[in-house]
């Protein structure tokens, strides 16, 4: 028995050493990290491999527990986003991607099987595991394929063994097939068991080339239908503005693939800056999703650009090159043409300059030439060149003439050949006060027809120069009909005889503007605004969300339609950036929240997280800008000692390198790490942007109290109130935390449904939560969508903090509603969504609109924030901070263009405070901003008394402003230029403007990076830290 005894006491000892010096050795035998893991890190390449598919955005459908999701990120060639129906290990695979640095890149969500949480067509690559036990749990494969890009891939692991499941390899593929997926594959190797893709629908069409086609018609055979909604947003939001900027900023489209040409410079600079001569990019996206692929530099000027299939061509430095589609780089190089134009058909591509040359694309090779000519069309085999004198047809493949007409006695005055299209040859002459078209047949060049029509000297403003073939007939816009001038006459000519065969009136929906514009065979769709006119009823379907970029930028391919940024303000609530719209319903499973109905799902706290201790104290800064008037001001004063007292590093997270890095950056909420902080009850709370994370520390000490991860970007700090942390979030929910150790008490869906779309390299809800929560009294606010005109509009809802409950609810929506021009519309508000501010009586939402606190109905009066005491409001973003960056902002850099103060402002009883550039006069919209810029101090009630002013020294910008008692603090980056460099914050008197204290900063302040609080001073900086200032 003793000696037994001793056994069992010896195993003991030996399995305590083990423990004490191999802790790793008996725990759980689930697979290592995938630092540690060659298998995990084999299979994600594997997959990648098998799918053809490099980039984009990937969606692992039971992601279990994470670490084939984060392999899937650790490249950074992805934006990766797992799905998992099982809570716990949601919460445990979003803690270990955080562990490796990845989350925000690599994010995790609640699966639901109903419906898949994406946009039609928006995904490149799914990745399933387990399928056998998702389908049984209740996944569609027609989901599966709804979700993906045509051409995107499916991949199915076989980590769990099909003959278990009792799925057999025939099932799986005639169910791949039953849901429309092609080229079915049983993999069977590597970890993988099968693949599927799906098939690009036949109702798309591409855009590869100027005009569209050869036969220059800009008549897209894409059957899109009127807009509805926006599919991707990326950014910048404006172009830079410089000698290049008003070229013909087109895209093309080719094999899911968008292109152009782009000078977008992250810094506004001075006219004569070197930067200003920087070469222009060649930019490539994924078509679908707005995801980046590849860059190319040129010294510019911009150039036509075709593109065949996987072969991009264009002119770089002069020269004709062939690029690869899938990475930019040159497959050939062909010789020097200067400034020539590119036209492709029938595989020929000609290069139009001086001289015209034919090259075959599938040789490289030079077929022909011939001297330039005026205009150039390629249609049936043929080219059609014409010049003053005459109309000539050649062969495409030999260059040999098969018919010449001369033209000198019946073209006159300016003439363009328009176009080409089912052996109909089109031309268009502008003589004074007179329209002519003329038909001619393309086969042997005989005059077929003429039409006339004249118009009066004052209605030559009015009238488009466009003439489209679509749906079978020759349309052009007759004058304005006398005595009508709000009405716009649309004929169809017969293309064989020039007979009048259709025509309707319809009001005037639309202004020509300086661009080509474009049609569909179904509709015509003008530019400014975007409307659908249907050519067989002459309905128009209006569409106020987007417009035409300058000089052409805007095509219809792949059933969406894509803009490139533009800095014009025709409409309250424009999308800006490159874009692509859709045509995509908003319904969803969800409609808009009714009132007094609870929309919440319950976490562990609810119900305990509520504080007895009622309101904020008094000098806390609970909330973004500090309370609910956003004046950014506390009354006490804090110390000016500016000593740091401790600092925290709270975002540990990578911030991804390369393409999406700066899709992050080219965000307009300014490309920040963290928010502004926000301090009440003991504890410093602040959010990390791109993370998804909100961050709790102690107020005292820095010292981090918890995480907590959200399913979305977050655009501002927290709420803090009553014991709970209310958040607001890009995924479309309201969170409600409780504070003391940051478990969740409950969130609801304020979006419409969890459709979710891409925007600057993040997926976000259709309808994301826009200036987090705001507090009047006892009552929460948030603000759920875009802009007025996209998706349904925007929802303002007002609810209980305790339990989520809906009070009342507000929808805006101008879809469909014409609101011309850039005029304030105070009621009813048309606009962007944006930050909600109060001034204890009424809600404001963009500084336009007054809301009743009770009801949600519409008031007049005055609107916090707004010109009528002294903030810079026009029909651009509150939150909007592209001009931290890029070429301008009309309140800031361009302030006499805006109504009322301008500037980024702070206010307190005494004075208003803010920064803005100096003494700008924009010489037309092509120059880019002036350097330097002025903190001001400037009566609140005549808005003209200026009291003092700082001028402050290139390249020294001034981004983050706040206001203690008779302190003003003032932060921003040391040089705009370089913004990885560090920063500074200043301490001014609010009396008379003096510099107290400069305090250099080892990174730049996030925008509106200063907060006050308990006589200390917080910085957010955008090397992830929360710096404490005050007195040792």
Not at 459 to 466: D, E, G, L, P, T
Not at 625 to 641: D, H, I, L, W, Y
Not at 670 to 677: H, K, M, V
Not at 1004 to 1018: C, L, M, Q, R, W
């Amino acid at each position: 028995m003793n000696n037994y005894n001793n056994s069992i006491l010896m195993y003991l000892v030996i399995l305590s050493l083990i423990f004490l010096f191999f802790p790793g050795y008996l725990i759980s035998k689930e697979k290592p990290d995938i630092k540690k893991s060659p298998e995990i890190e084999n299979l994600s390449k594997q997959i990648v491999e098998q799918s053809s598919i490099k980039v984009g955005l990937l969606v692992h459908i039971g992601s279990g527990n994470g670490k084939l999701t984060a392999a899937f990120g650790k490249s950074g060639n992805f934006l990766v986003q797992g799905l998992e129906a099982d809570r716990k290990q949601v919460d445990s695979s979003r803690k270990y991607i955080q562990s490796v640095g990845l989350y925000g890149q690599v994010s995790i969500d609640f699966l639901t099987f109903k419906k898949l949480p994406y946009s039609k067509d928006l995904i490149n690559l799914v990745v399933a595991d387990k399928i056998p036990g998702l389908l049984k749990q209740g996944l569609k494969l027609k989901e599966v394929l709804r979700i993906l890009c045509p051409k995107g891939t499916f991949i199915i692991t076989n980590r769990e063994k099909a003959n278990s499941s009792g799925l057999s390899e025939n099932d799986l593929k005639m169910k791949l097939a039953e849901a429309g997926f092609e080229d079915i594959e049983i993999v069977n190797k590597n970890g993988i068991w099968a693949k599927g893709t799906k098939p690009r629908p036949k109702t798309m069409d591409d855009w590869p080339q100027y005009c569209h086609d050869g036969g220059q018609t800009r008549v897209s055979g894409d059957q899109i239908k009127p807009l509805n909604g926006v599919r991707w947003i990326s950014g910048p939001s404006r172009p830079f503005l410089d000698k290049y900027a008003h070229f013909k900023s087109d895209m093309y489209s080719a094999n899911g693939r968008l292109i152009c040409w782009s000078k977008i410079l992250p810094f506004n600079i001075k006219p004569d800056d070197p930067q200003a001569k920087d070469p222009l990019t060649l930019v490539a996206v994924d078509a679908y999703n707005g995801f980046p692929l590849w860059k190319r530099v040129s010294k510019g000027p911009p150039r036509d650009i075709v593109a065949v299939e996987d072969v991009i061509y264009t002119i770089l430095d002069g020269y004709l090159v062939a690029l690869n589609a899938k990475n930019g780089k040159t497959i050939n190089s062909f010789m020097k043409v200067g400034n020539a134009r590119l036209l492709y058909a029938d595989g020929y591509l000609l290069v139009k300059g001086r001289k015209i040359l034919a090259i075959e694309t599938e040789t490289g090779k030079q077929k022909w030439q011939c001297p330039g000519k005026t205009d150039l069309v390629i249609s049936n085999n043929r080219a059609y060149l014409r010049s003053s004198k005459s109309l000539q047809c050649l062969e495409l493949n030999t260059g040999k003439k098969v018919w010449e007409k001369d033209t000198e006695d019946w073209l006159k005055g300016r003439v363009k050949l328009k176009f080409c299209k089912n052996n109909i040859l089109i031309l268009v002459c502008k003589e004074k006060y007179r329209k002519i078209i003329h038909g001619i047949s393309a086969k042997n060049g005989q005059h077929l027809w003429t039409h006339r029509y004249s118009y009066g000297k004052s209605k030559s403003k009015y009238i488009r120069w466009s003439v489209f073939y679509s749906n079978n007939l020759v349309w052009f816009q007759k004058w304005i009909i006398p005595g009508k001038s709000k009405f716009q006459e649309w004929v169809g000519l017969n293309p064989q005889t020039g007979d009048i065969k259709k025509s309707f009136v319809i009001p005037k929906t639309s202004v020509y503007g300086c661009y080509p514009e474009m049609a569909t065979e179904q509709f015509f769709v003008p530019g400014r605004p975007i409307n659908f006119l249907d050519w067989k009823t002459g309905k128009n379907s209006n569409f106020m969300g987007a417009r035409y970029g300058c000089k052409g930028g805007a095509i219809i391919a792949n059933n969406l339609f894509y803009t490139t940024p533009h800095d014009c303000g025709c409409y309250n609530g424009m999308i800006k950036g490159f874009a692509a719209f859709s045509s995509e319903t908003s319904i969803g499973d969800q409609g808009i929240p009714k009132k007094n109905q609870t929309i919440f799902e319950v976490g562990p706290a609810m119900g305990k997280s509520v504080s007895k201790n009622g309101s904020n104290i008094k000098g806390d800064w609970p909330t973004f800008r500090g309370n609910s008037a956003r004046n950014g001001k506390v009354t006490e004063t804090p110390s000016s000692a500016g000593e740091l007292l401790w600092e925290q590093k709270v975002d540990d997270q990578k911030w991804p390198s390369g393409n999406l890095g700066k899709c992050w950056q080219d965000n307009p909420l300014g490309g920040d790490r963290l928010t502004q902080p926000v301090i009440a009850e003991g504890k410093i709370i602040v959010s990390l942007v791109e993370s998804h994370i909100v961050v709790a520390m102690d107020a005292k000490t820095g010292k981090q109290l918890w995480k907590f991860t959200t399913g979305g970007r977050l655009d501002t700090p927290p709420t803090i109130y009553k014991g709970q942390c209310l958040v607001g979030c890009h995924d479309g929910w309201v969170y409600a935390i409780r504070i003391s150790d940051g478990v969740l008490a409950w969130r609801f869906r304020a979006a419409r449904s969890n459709r979710k779309i891409a925007a600057f390299g993040q997926l976000e809800s259709a309808w994301p939560i826009v200036g987090g929560v705001l507090i009047v009294g006892e009552t929460a606010y948030c603000v759920s969508g875009r802009t007025t005109e996209l998706d349904s509009g925007v929802i303002c809802l007002a609810f209980k903090p305790s339990d989520g409950k809906i009070l009342w609810q507000k929808q805006f929506s101008s879809i469909g509603k014409a609101s011309w021009g850039p005029k304030i519309k105070r009621k009813p508000f048309s606009g962007p969504a944006d930050l909600l501010i109060s001034d204890g009586k009424t809600l404001s939402l963009n500084g336009i609109t007054a809301l009743d606190l009770l009801t949600g109905e519409e008031k007049n009066g005055k609107y916090p924030l707004s010109s009528t005491n002294g903030s810079a409001r026009t029909f651009y973003h509150f939150l909007d901070r592209e001009w931290h960056k890029y070429a301008r902002n009309w309140g800031v850099v361009f302030p006499f263009w805006s109504a009322g103060l301008n500037g980024y402002l702070v206010l307190n009883d005494k004075a208003v405070f803010g920064f803005r550039t100096t003494k700008i006069k924009p010489a037309g919209k092509t120059r880019p901003i002036r350097a330097g810029g002025e903190l001001f101090a400037i009566d609140p009630k005549s808005r003209k008394n200026m009291l003092w002013t700082i001028e402050l020294k290139d390249p020294f910008q001034v981004e983050a402003l706040a206001i203690g008692g008779n302190l003003l603090f003032a932060a921003g980056p040391e040089n705009r230029f370089n913004r990885t460099a560090g920063g500074k914050l200043l301490i001014i008197s609010t009396k008379d403007g003096k510099i107290q204290k400069e305090i250099k900063l080892k990174a730049p302040p996030v925008s509106e990076g200063i907060a006050i609080a308990d006589g200390k001073i917080y910085v957010s900086t955008n090397d992830g830290k929360v710096l404490c200032f005050g007195k040792k």
